[in-house]
T-cell receptor
Framework: GQQVMQIPQYQHVQEGEDFTTYCNSSTTLSNIQWYKQRPGGHPVFLIQLVKSGEVKKQKRLTFQFGEAKKNSSLHITATQTTDVGTYFCAGPLGAGGTSYGKLTFGQGTILTVHP | NAGVTQTPKFQVLKTGQSMTLQCAQDMNHEYMSWYRQDPGMGLRLIHYSVGAGITDQGEVPNGYNVSRSTTEDFPLRLLSAAPSQTSVYFC????????????????FGNGTRLTVT
């Protein structure tokens, strides 16, 4: 079945270091979304990538969508303690583009930032 | 707007008990869904709905029932709780996608932490 794999599962960094999480799909994705979940909180939408090779930036966060639309990455430059949390990628569940609110999530990367 | 509201926040059940997790949204979103979150497994879709009166199964539907009598409410029922259903449950809603390739973002509730002993 359709799967979205995400690595690494954990990442511990010193404040100021960079961080990257990678997402790979077994099938071509029409789009990919990224979410952040703070400890004890709920997932919060960060961004969606739609186009092949797309790169989007949000301040220190850079999101990329692969040329084949089967992989994606999130890179954080110079991490801060406010970046702590779990980062998830998610793609549409099922064939076709529109997900109707159904997403398949990667396992998530838990980021810890040491001050 | 309150967004997506889930109740209760915490619940402890004994094996075999039944209960309903409540979810309500005030954003007039067509789509609503239930996910469970387990360590190392991300979020997995249990059931979803594309509108009032329409529901369908997700990836892990066994042991759960849903109904959608109104646009606002989407309760999740555990028929006979089992320890394997110990998890954090999130309800989410989203609006109709403006195009085939774009999917509107999910808005999540604060979650229900369920323990089954």
């Amino acid at each position: 079945g359709q799967q979205v794999m995400q690595i690494p599962q954990y990442q511990h960094v010193q404040e100021g270091e960079d961080f990257t999480t990678y997402c790979n799909s077994s099938t071509t994705l029409s789009n990919i979304q990224w979410y952040k979940q703070r400890p004890g909180g709920h997932p919060v939408f960060l961004i969606q990538l739609v186009k092949s090779g797309e790169v989007k930036k949000q301040k220190r966060l850079t999101f990329q969508f692969g040329e084949a639309k089967k992989n994606s990455s999130l890179h954080i430059t110079a991490t801060q303690t406010t970046d702590v949390g779990t980062y998830f990628c998610a793609g549409p569940l099922g064939a076709g583009g529109t997900s109707y609110g159904k997403l398949t999530f990667g396992q998530g990367t838990i980021l810890t930032v040491h001050p | 707007n309150a967004g997506v509201t889930q109740t209760p926040k915490f619940q402890v059940l004994k094996t075999g008990q039944s209960m309903t997790l409540q979810c309500a949204q005030d954003m007039n979103h067509e789509y609503m869904s239930w996910y469970r979150q387990d360590p190392g497994m991300g979020l997995r879709l249990i059931h979803y709905s594309v509108g009032a009166g329409i529901t369908d199964q997700g990836e892990v539907p066994n042991g759960y029932n849903v109904s959608r009598s109104t646009t606002e409410d989407f309760p999740l029922r555990l028929l006979s709780a089992a320890p394997s259903q110990t998890s954090v449950y999130f309800c989410a809603s989203s609006y109709d996608s403006p195009s085939v390739s774009y999917n509107s973002p999910l808005h999540f509730g604060n979650g229900t932490r369920l323990t089954v002993t």
